[in-house]
C-alpha cells in the first residue's frame, strides 16, 4: 500500500476505502465518504454518444463502437441530471485544496463543462487530448474525430490553493512549460484489456494519459478517486505513482476485471530516504535570526560581501552593520551594492573556523531546512 499523505488525517485515513474498487453507482457511494477527504478526481463519464444503431465500415466489417447499456440516456435532460448529480457529489468529497479533472467528447463536454460552472467549480484549463491513431470516419461525412476534451477544475473561484507540479512537468518535458495540447495514442496493443479474445472495455483510456494527470496534479500517498472506475487505469496508475486510489464502478464485470489488473501492479521498490521532496514543493522559511539561535554564527561573526571587500559584523539581535549601515542581510547587502534589493543568503559569505574557507550564508540555511525535514520525518 503506498504510503499515507501528511495532509490526511487519521480518522479520514480509517474511514476511507482506500485501494478498493467499490461495486455500485457512484452517485450514491459518493454520499457514505467524508467530506473534503480526496485530494485529486479523475472522471471518465459515459459520452451519451447517443447512437442509433450499428456502424460498419465500407468493406461492410462490423466497427466495435460504444453500445452499452451505461452509455444510455433516454435525453439530453437526463443525461444531464445524471451529470448534476456525480458531479455535486464528487464536489462534497473533494479537498478544500483538491481538483477534478473530466475528459468527454463533443457529445457531453459542453453540458459537463456548463453544470461544473453551475455547481461553482472553477476551470483552470480545457486539455485537448490529440489522438495519434484515432479511428477513422468511415462513412466519410465528417472531420476525423481525432481529440477528445479534458477540463481540469477546482472547487470554486476563491480556491488558491492546489497540487500542480509545474516544475516536474517542465523538467520532464526537456525544460519546456507542459501545454494543454497532449499527443498521447488511443490504446491498443498489449495495453488493451482483452475478456474472452475481445476488447474488455470500450473506452479504455491509455495509461500515459492518466500518468501525465496523476503526477501533475497530486503528490505520493494523496488519495485518487476515480468515480467511472472501468478496467481500472486510474488505480493502476495510482498505484505504480504511490497513491492511494478509491474506484467506483457499477458494472460488476469491469470490477473483477480491475482488481485482477491491480494485484498485477507492482509498486516501484524506492527507499523513503532516497525519495527527494516534490520540485513545487515551498522551501521552510528561515529567518537569520534562527542561525545565531541555534549557534552556528554567534555576535561579532564577520561575514563578506562576495568577492568584494566589504565586511559586515553580525550583532546580537541578528542585523548586520556594514559601511555605516545597520539592518537586515538582505538590505544591508542591497545598500552595499547599490540595488534596490537582493537577497543576502546568496551574497553574504561566513568563514568556516575549521578550514578557513568562506562559504555561501545560504550554506547554513539548508543545514537548518535538513535538520528541521528530519524532525518532521521522525514525527511521522
Known sequence: MPPRTRKTTPTTELSLPLNQVLNGDCREILKTLPKNSVDLIFADPPYNLQL??????????????????????????EYDRFTYEWLAACREVLKDDGTLWVIGSYHNIYRVGAILQNLGYWILNDVVWVKANPMPNFRGTRFCNAHETLLWVKKSE???KYTFNYKSLKAS???LQMRSDWNIPICTGDERLKYN????????????????????????????????FGTGTTGALAKRLRR???????????????????REVEIPLIPDEMVPPPLDTPKLRIPFGVVLEQGLLSAGAVLRLGRTEHFATVQDDATITCNGFRGSIHKVAAQCLGKPSCNGWEHWYYQDTRTGEYLMLDTLREILRREEERKKMVEV
Do not use: M
Open 197 to 228: 479474445g475481445e476488447k474488455a472495455h470500450a473506452t479504455q483510456k491509455p495509461e500515459a494519459l492518466l500518468y501525465r494527470i496523476i503526477r501533475a496534479c497530486s503528490n505520493v500517498g494523496d488519495v485518487v478517486l476515480d468515480p467511472f
Open 244 to 262: 492511494n486510489y478509491i474506484g467506483i464502478e457499477r458494472e460488476a464485470h469491469y470490477v473483477e476485471i480491475a482488481q485482477e489488473r491491480l
Open 173 to 175: 518535458n526537456d525544460d
Open 158 to 160: 476563491k480556491q488558491s
Open 52 to 77: 442509433k444503431g450499428e456502424l460498419w465500415r465500407p468493406d461492410l466489417s462490423h466497427v466495435d463502437a460504444v453500445d452499452d447499456d451505461w452509455d444510455k440516456f433516454s435525453s439530453n435532460a
